[in-house]
């Protein structure tokens, strides 16, 4: 959005201001940003926790992968091959004739 309004090489954190609800004042994007970074902290987890989690993670991951798998496989399926019998030539050499020319 800032580079179709002010034109690339610039920097849109420093470029766009916000207003939130609630605020009197317009804000630089990139003091929001600073202040979100430092209050959000991520929790703190056991190893188990973070195991758990991973593993978890991991998982889902492979799912989806296999899903994706399955669905490229099912429309390689329903792909028609464009040359089936009906559809070739009796002879897919080139004639004596063809060949002189």
Do not use: F, Y
């Not at 959000?40 to 296999?66: F, Y």
């Not at 429309?75 to 060949?99: G, I, K, N, P």
């Amino acid at each position: 959005m800032v580079a179709a309004a002010v034109g690339e090489g610039r920097n849109a954190w420093r470029e766009l201001w916000i207003r939130r609800p609630g605020d009197k004042e317009w804000s630089p994007a990139d003091k929001l940003r600073r202040e979100i970074k430092n209050c959000v902290k991520p929790p703190e987890l056991s190893p188990t926790d973070a195991m758990q989690l991973a593993a978890k993670s991991m998982s889902e991951a492979l799912q989806t992968a296999l899903l994706l798998v399955d669905q490229s496989r099912m429309r390689a399926e329903q792909q028609v091959d464009r040359r089936v019998a009906r559809h070739r030539r009796r002879d897919d050499q080139l004639t004596d004739e063809c060949l002189e020319n």
